[in-house]
């Protein structure tokens, strides 16, 4: 069975920091591609961050220099640092493997102004 169990979210001032982690189960991880997505009140659920099976990374243009996505094989993990928060950054972060449609539960991400 398919687990993608995301952790590390949580209430935070502008400007302080936050890591995601995403702990993912019964799959080969080593060998996919992994993301995170956000999703804001209101808004449609987008793309943050994504990192190849090889660790190539990639984000959108409005968290680039600020947020780090990156992996641990071993444990199966991916993460999110995410420093200098803004406002704007408050969503439900998602990981996820979207070739095989596999999704967690999602984690609540608040920045307060």
């Known amino acids: 069975q398919v687990q993608l169990v995301e952790s590390g979210g949580g209430l935070v001032q502008a400007g302080g920091s936050l890591r995601l982690s995403c702990a993912a189960s019964?799959?080969?991880?080593?060998?996919?591609?992994m993301s995170w997505y956000r999703q804001a009140p209101g808004k449609e659920r987008g793309l943050v961050a994504a990192?190849?099976?090889?660790?190539?990374?990639m984000y959108r243009d409005s968290v680039e220099g600020r947020f780090t996505i990156s992996r641990d094989n071993a444990k199966n993990t991916v993460y999110l640092q995410m420093n200098n928060l803004k406002p704007e950054d408050t969503a439900i972060y998602y990981c996820?493997?979207?070739?095989?449609?596999?999704w967690g539960q999602g984690t609540q991400v608040t920045v307060s102004s």
């Open positions: 019964g799959f080969t991880f080593s060998r996919y591609a």
């Open positions: 996820t493997q979207v070739t095989l449609d596999f």
């Open positions: 990192i190849t099976s090889m660790g190539s990374t």
